[in-house]
């Protein structure tokens, strides 16, 4: 696992991933800013949407989901190409436990980086309201919205982790795929229930603490048609993430050392 | 039945990538002691070794490697060291971090797989530079510090494809010299190489592989007597050259007797080594020729490599 996180976390390769993550967050300092000691009142309001809007439109959709392509997808299909993945089959390791460890691996950098930033982006949010602000943190729903977020980020790396852990296992090159996943996860409202539980951000938007007054086709990404209970939510994500984890167990086994085909 | 635990066995086994051919329903055994692949590129040796290894599955057939498979990785992958052909890395890793780690992997505690790897560096005369990056080392440094990964667990099963790339003429005869240390603490150890004349030299079985079939296997002596289509050639240092060419040529089964430039010998082809044999005894105990030497001229890999083979790469 450590070497897993240095090779995700501390390289020039992800720098990218990390622009992901806190490019927000940097939007949002910028504000500070330029608009900082507005007064609270409506603006702490609008703000509270805008950061809605972020985690749930940017971050859900495209951040964390392309950051998770990119983690999770290199896993072992970078070994693949770097050809070291020899190295790993080759240890008196069932492969399981392989495709555990690394899931865990690719977890905590993206949990590590996406939980980071949105805090970032909560505290700097907050921060130009002064004490108006602290007080809507600490006093008021704040600090419980901030909780919520924490949490749904986490099980949006867990979720889509999965995905495309088992996506990598599937295709040599899973950038299509992902793509294809990134289309249902879209369109996936307008789908029959049983259907949506196939999907990583139905189980997301129940958890969100700030639903978002979007109208029009937009609304297809925030609108919860049938509501359940957050525990319920919380359950059915993380049964679908190891029943993905379980399948990719399964997956490995097919797996083969051929480089030259790579 | 249950499968032997001292040998490696291979039953009916084929590997076909796609419609290609790996390997094509092989089926032998191999005891303890080096066993050397041999076979132009693209015969199937890696890939005989990556089936043995588990790296790849069998399209028919089993395998098992002391009795295990590789579907008991636990037990499997204790038993057995690969030190593959592939001159790859993890990145940023040096040579000491390289071997310690797969130790910890195997189950080993800190203190021994620090143990185990610097002995495994030392046997590998990589001890000076195995706190470089790896990325820094020159080919035959990379070669050995794989080759040390490979043993530092002691495997009983130690697959080697093509160790001696690489390395310069000091490097080489201590690898093959480690090869025959291990082998003689009853290891397995199958090499894969197309330096011919070290193949003979230290080997004590040959599997002689092309196109994904193998031609011919066992001990090379063995090997070389069921090649029938070639006479074998004998190499006679006597005094009387002339008189043994003629007595030779009066034997049927003798194709041809040449006397040596020097005059001092003949290389005598013949389809029964047998019976030229007691011919030699029977000129030599008639006090008709002094001989210095007998020896056969081709019963190497190289000479059964050109007779099965040929120098083409197909089938001879």
């Known amino acids: ?262 | 039945m249950t499968p032997d635990t001292s040998q490696i066995v291979f039953e009916g086994v084929s590997k076909f990538y796609g419609e290609v051919l790996g390997v094509n329903k092989v089926s032998f055994s191999l005891h303890p002691g080096i066993t050397s692949l041999v076979g132009p590129n693209g015969s199937g040796k890696t890939t005989l070794m990556n089936l043995l290894t588990g790296l790849i599955r069998p399209s028919q057939g089993a395998i098992y490697v002391l009795g295990l498979t590789p579907q008991q990785p636990i037990e499997f992958f204790r038993q057995v060291g690969y030190c593959t052909q592939f001159d790859s890395f993890p990145p940023g890793t040096n040579g000491y971090d390289f071997i310690y780690r797969p130790l910890r992997l195997h189950g080993f505690g800190h203190g021994q797989a620090a143990k185990l790897a610097n002995e495994a560096l030392e046997r590998a005369g990589m001890a000076q530079v195995a706190r470089r990056k790896v990325a820094g080392y020159s080919k035959g440094m990379r070669q050995r510090i794989r080759l040390a990964q490979a043993i530092a667990h002691h495997p009983s099963v130690l697959v080697l494809d093509e160790p001696l790339n690489g390395l310069d003429p000091m490097a080489r005869a201590e690898s093959i010299a480690l090869f025959e240390a291990i082998a003689k603490q009853g290891m397995h150890v199958i090499i894969s190489s197309h330096i011919l004349e070290e193949v003979d030299r230290i080997s004590d079985r040959v599997v002689l592989m092309s196109s994904g079939y193998v031609v011919a296997e066992g001990q090379i002596k063995e090997v070389r007597r069921e090649v029938r289509d070639h006479p074998m050639q004998i190499l006679v240092r006597c005094s009387n050259a002339a008189r043994l060419a003629a007595a030779a040529f009066e034997l049927d089964h003798v194709v041809e007797a040449k006397i040596l430039d020097d005059g001092h010998g003949v290389l005598v082809r013949t389809r029964d080594a047998e019976q030229f044999y007691l011919l030699l005894n029977k000129i030599v105990s008639g006090g008709l020729v002094e001989v210095d030497a007998v020896a056969p001229a081709d019963d190497d890999v190289n000479s059964i490599y050109q007779y099965l083979i040929g120098s083409d790469g197909g089938p001879a």
């Open chain 1, 1 to 262: 696992m450590r070497n897993e996180v240095r090779r995700n976390l501390f390289t020039r390769r992800r720098i990218w991933i990390y622009l992901l993550a806190l490019i927000p967050a940097l939007i949002i300092l910028t504000h500070v800013i330029f608009d900082r000691n507005q007064p609270s009142g409506p603006a702490l309001e609008i703000d509270t949407q805008v950061l809605a809007g972020i985690v749930q439109l940017y971050y859900f959709r495209l951040g964390i989901f392309f950051a998770c392509m990119a983690i999770f997808t290199w896993l072992f299909r970078g070994e693949m190409v770097e050809r070291t993945l020899h190295y790993q089959f080759l240890v008196p390791v069932r492969r399981e436990v392989l495709v555990v460890g690394k899931f865990l691996a690719g977890a905590v950098v993206a949990i590590a980086l996406f939980e980071t930033a949105v805090l970032a982006c909560f505290g700097l949010m907050y921060s130009r309201f002064g004490s108006a602000g602290k007080s809507y943190v600490f006093d008021g729903p704040g600090f419980g919205q901030l909780g919520s977020y924490l949490l749904v980020t986490a099980l949006a790396c867990l979720g889509y982790g999965a995905v495309f852990l088992a996506l990598s296992l599937l295709f040599k090159n899973p950038i299509i795929p992902g793509v294809v996943i990134m289309g249902w996860e879209a369109i996936a409202p307008i789908f029959p229930a049983w259907a949506q539980l196939l999907s990583v951000t139905f189980y997301l938007k129940h958890l969100c603490p700030v639903s978002l007054p979007i109208t029009g086709p937009l609304a297809i990404f925030t609108i919860v048609a049938e509501p359940v209970p957050a525990f319920v939510a919380v359950l059915g994500l993380v049964s679908l993430t190891i029943a993905i984890l379980v399948l990719s167990c399964f997956l490995i086994h097919r797996m083969e050392i051929t480089y030259t085909a790579e």
